[in-house]
């Protein structure tokens, strides 16, 4: 079992930046993708990245792509994501999740935190 707790979420006015971290527990994620969704109010859950085990491949969706950067630290058993020119579209719950393939699909993450508001003011 892997136990994922996000942080870093918040408020902020558009153009700013906010980094997300996700620690894990229970095992270590050096095994596992990892990656990040999100859920706006009223809308389905979307996937934001995804950075393999060795950190050699990342994807984006396009609408963060050159404004989000996902990454992890092994050693430290936590992966991020940095979000600079942040947009008020960008307002969402952010869920870390770890899965045991690369995918954009979030049926294939085995393992959820429990999300972290962020808040985007125009």
């Known amino acids: 079992q892997v136990q994922l707790v996000e942080s870093g979420g918040g408020l902020v006015q558009a153009g700013g930046s906010l980094r997300l971290s996700c620690a894990a527990s229970?095992?270590?994620?050096?095994?596992?993708?990892m990656g990040w969704f999100r859920q706006a109010p009223g809308k389905d859950r979307e996937f934001v990245a995804a950075?393999?085990?060795?950190?050699?491949?990342?994807y984006y969706t396009d609408s963060v792509k050159g404004r989000f950067t996902i990454s992890r630290d092994n050693a430290k058993n936590t992966e991020y994501l940095q979000m600079n020119s942040l947009k008020p579209e960008d307002t969402a719950v952010y869920y870390c999740?770890?899965?045991?393939?690369?995918?954009?699909?979030?049926?294939?993450?085995?393992?959820w935190g429990q999300g972290t508001q962020v808040t985007v003011s125009s």
């Open positions: 950075i393999s085990w060795s950190a050699a491949r990342t």
């Open positions: 229970g095992r270590t994620i050096s095994s596992y993708v």
């Open positions: 999740a770890a899965a045991q393939k690369l995918d954009t699909g979030e049926a294939s993450y085995d393992y």
